[in-house]
């Protein structure tokens, strides 16, 4: 195990080292940070000093291992647009987005287990059918349109919940946080379940395959020719062994969730990393560009290796390899 465990670790190395270097291209080749910086009016000399304090003027493999040296301190540059600090803008957005972010994935985790389960055993009745049937615009749907769809009936038609913002806030320290309030919690409703509802479905929908194959397995036979209650081999049984491709399919979602909040965000103006990674294309902030694919390239890697760990606690037999 912790072999298989190391070798993963020297995985995601690479492919962090691999992101960085698309990075630091990003960084280099797109825009002329001396123009965003100091403006079309500045001088030739204030332009080569500006080059010069950058590195620019330094061959690239230099230039390549000084932009790495800068990441693994966690200076990411400065925003061309805001002139700050990038990780100081990504930490004031970030609270939003991994709050929004873990509320759909609690919201999709939570319901697609329990529809999944449900759908499984009660797979004739009716409900289980409208269920399935309801499942298909999920699936079929794009986001945007489920939250323009939501929006209209909640916020236009009914006047329940808020269509865009992210309601009132309270600081925690470094942390920022809408969970707090009663207008934060209103306000999060529609865009954690416009965020969540495509993986709920996914999620649903693969608990329920992987139900049906297990409860025709010859062991879940035996098991009620030996007497065991229908709930012991239903929750003891049959839902553990297809938690190992449920944590596979909700570790990668969660990445995703993140990375694809984007659309969201934009649809109800939620204040996060997404909207401020298009705020950034529109105005060809190119380190906060470049700092968004390190951030989302580190997340799934860290959900990656989260999931690994997950594995040998769910499944007993991957300890021994």
Request: glycine share 10%; charged share 15%; hydrophobic share 55%.
């Amino acid at each position: 195990m912790l072999v298989h465990l190391l070798r993963r670790l020297g995985q995601s190395a690479l492919v962090l080292l691999a992101v960085s270097f698309v990075s630091f291209m990003v960084f280099r080749h797109i825009g002329d940070p001396t123009i965003s910086l100091l403006g079309e009016d500045a001088t030739v000399a204030e332009r080569e000093a500006l080059t010069e304090s950058l590195g620019f003027n330094k061959p690239v493999p230099l230039q390549y291992l000084g932009y790495v040296g800068k990441v693994l301190q966690g200076d990411l540059g400065i925003s061309y647009r805001l002139k700050r600090p990038v990780t100081e803008i990504i930490a004031e957005r970030l609270p939003a987005t991994l709050e929004l972010a873990m509320t759909a994935a609690l919201f999709a985790l939570v319901i697609g287990v329990a529809l999944g389960v449900y759908t499984a055993i009660r797979r004739e009745g009716w409900l289980s059918r409208s269920i399935m049937t309801v499942s298909l615009v999920g699936v079929s749907l794009p986001t945007f349109l489920i939250g323009i769809a939501l929006i209209y009936l909640f916020a236009v038609e009914l006047r329940w919940l808020p269509s865009f913002g992210r309601g009132e806030t309270v600081k925690l320290g470094g942390w920022e946080t809408g969970l707090l309030t009663a207008s934060g919690w209103s306000a999060l409703i529609l865009p954690a379940i416009t965020l969540g509802f495509y993986n709920m479905t996914l999620i649903m929908r693969l608990v329920r395959a992987e139900m049906l194959e297990v409860l025709r397995a010859d062991y879940m036979r035996f098991g009620r020719a030996r007497g065991l209650r229908e709930r012991d081999l239903y929750f003891g049984h049959a839902l553990r062994n297809t938690l190992i491709p449920v944590i596979t399919i909700a570790g990668l979602q969660i990445g995703s969730l993140i990375a694809f909040a984007i659309v969201t965000e934009t649809v109800f103006q939620w204040p996060g990393v997404g909207l401020l990674f298009i705020s950034s294309i529109q105005g060809v902030d190119v380190p906060l560009i470049a700092a968004y694919l390190m951030f989302i390239a580190l997340l799934y890697v860290g959900i990656n290796l989260l999931v690994d760990f997950l594995y040998v606690i769910v499944d007993p037999r991957l300890r021994n390899r």
